[in-house]
């Protein structure tokens, strides 16, 4: 079974820093999708960033770009320039390509003060 | 293009009772899901369809908990009774085909009384 690790259960940071999210993962397949995603207390979930297994390069999202170590099955976040409005609960998740079934991690609760 | 529609927001039950949620995914979209999220916790997926037919509903609770999703488009999750356990937020998101991006609705929070 794959699951998904997130040891962070709080950060906080002051605006305009830069804050570093951990997600670890175990899984034995080799053709996979990484996800991290936003929730905000109005609870719809906002897809941040994606990262296919099979692509070395770190994907990047203007202020957000990951860190995928395949393999030591880490898949960290990076937030720069951080704003008030990235004020949210922050999930990794896992997908096996074509299982179409995302597995969460328990999420960490980010708070950017002013 | 609208998004994921999903109501009621809230609803407060008390015990026994029944209850049902609905979710209006986006337009072509053929992928429609439901997922659980217990408070301080990841979702975790209850059901999926592939147009109108349930593909993959291994972690539906198949004694109080029933879906469907007629002519592929509009769905209802039910819950009959409800129970304590039961109050949570139900996550509905579609996506278009296999292995494309999933939408999530703004979900239903569940308190069970």
């Known amino acids: 079974a794959q699951t998904v690790t997130q040891s962070q259960p709080e950060m906080s940071v002051q605006e305009a820093e830069t804050v570093t999210l951990s997600c670890t993962y175990d899984t034995s397949e080799s053709n996979y999708y990484l996800f991290w995603y936003k929730q905000p207390p109005s609870r719809q979930m906002i897809l941040v960033i994606r990262?296919?297994?099979?692509?070395?390069q770190n994907a990047t999202e203007n202020r957000f770009s990951v860190n995928f170590q395949k393999a030591a099955k880490s898949f960290s976040l990076k937030i720069s320039d951080s704003q008030l409005g990235d004020t949210a609960m922050y999930f990794c998740a896992f997908e096996i390509q074509g299982a179409q079934k995302l597995v969460f991690g328990q999420g960490t609760r980010l708070t950017i003060n002013p | 293009e609208a998004g994921v529609v999903q109501s009621p927001r809230y609803k407060i039950i008390e015990k026994k009772q029944p209850v049902a949620f609905w979710c209006n995914p986006i337009?072509?979209?053929?992928?429609l899901y439901w997922y659980l999220q217990n408070l301080g916790q990841g979702p975790e997926l209850l059901i999926r369809y592939e147009n109108e037919e349930a593909v993959d509903d291994s972690q539906l609770p198949k004694d109080r908990f029933s879906a469907e999703r007629l002519k592929g488009v509009d769905s209802t999750l039910k819950i009959q009774p409800a129970e304590l356990g039961d109050s949570a937020v139900y996550l509905c998101a579609s996506s278009r085909d296999r292995d494309d991006e999933q939408y999530f609705g703004p979900g239903t929070r569940l308190t069970v009384t």
């Open positions: 990262q296919e297994a099979y692509k070395q």
């Open positions: 337009s072509g979209h053929n992928t």
